[in-house]
T-cell receptor, first 114, second 111 residues
Framework: NAGVMQNPRHLVRRRGQEARLRCSPM?????VYWYRQLPEEGLKFMVY????????ESGMPKERFSAEFPKEGPSILRIQQVVRGDSAAYFC????????????FGPGTRLTVT | TQLLEQSPQFLSIQEGENLTVYCNSS?????LQWYRQEPGEGPVLLVT?????EVKKLKRLTFQFGDARKDSSLHITAAQPGDTGLYLC???????????FGTGTRLKVLA
């Protein structure tokens, strides 16, 4: 049973470019979470999605950030017009959605903005 | 705003010693998870506790959920260098489906 997959593992973007981060949940999981982690810090919740629905995006900046989880294909976290402060590790986790809602994490995408 | 405070923030011990990591909040959680994260990797789930007062054991690791479901502890017996990593607790509030992560405890076990 394949785990949560994220790609790319490393992404370098110049200021002003767009970054697209992909996450394929574990088989049978229909819930996806995105988190951001800065060096030497814990994980900060960004957004929670189910297939074709954004359930909670309270942790995501209102500007430049968007997320989707289409009926087919991976979940995408998109960051437009990246700035240096967006440099971080972005983790995706999936859950089967059945209590107690355990999460399984992917290996992360490390975004560097130059 | 819900917060999960972990203590200590950093811990460096010798192989064979015992240690306890704490995770505290003023909020009630319906479940609480513990994760270990190694550099360059995603967090790996260690355990989930759901019942107040619950104790779970995983080899040399013992996890406890507070009676009021506001706090938790992780105790490691006879620590080994392989236990080195960042330990994170995460709480889920009933009905929110959202996880709040603790500040993390960075453990280093010296051979």
């Amino acid at each position: 049973n394949a785990g949560v997959m994220q790609n790319p593992r490393h992404l370098v973007r110049r200021r002003g470019q767009e970054a697209r981060l992909r996450c394929s949940p574990m088989k049978g999981h229909s819930h996806v979470y995105w988190y951001r982690q800065l060096p030497e810090e814990g994980l900060k919740f960004m957004v929670y999605l189910q297939k074709e629905n954004i359930i909670d995006e309270s942790g995501m900046p209102k500007e430049r950030f968007s997320a989707e989880f289409p009926k087919e294909g991976p979940s995408i976290l998109r960051i437009q017009q990246v700035v240096r402060g967006d440099s971080a590790a972005y983790f995706c986790a999936s859950s089967p959605g059945q209590g107690p809602y355990e999460q399984y994490f992917g290996p992360g995408t490390r975004l560097t903005v130059t | 705003t819900q917060l999960l405070e972990q203590s200590p923030q950093f811990l460096s011990i010798q192989e064979g010693e015992n240690l306890t990591v704490y995770c505290n909040s003023s909020s009630v959680f319906s479940s609480l998870q513990w994760y270990r994260q190694e550099p360059g990797e995603g967090p790996v789930l260690l355990v989930t506790v759901v019942t107040g007062g619950e104790v779970k054991k995983l080899k040399r690791l013992t996890f406890q959920f507070g009676d009021a479901r506001k706090d938790s502890s992780l105790h490691i017996t006879a620590a080994q260098p392989g236990d080195t990593g960042l330990y994170l607790c995460a709480g889920e509030s009933s009905g929110t489906y959202k996880y709040i992560f603790g500040t993390g405890t960075r453990l280093k076990v010296l051979a």
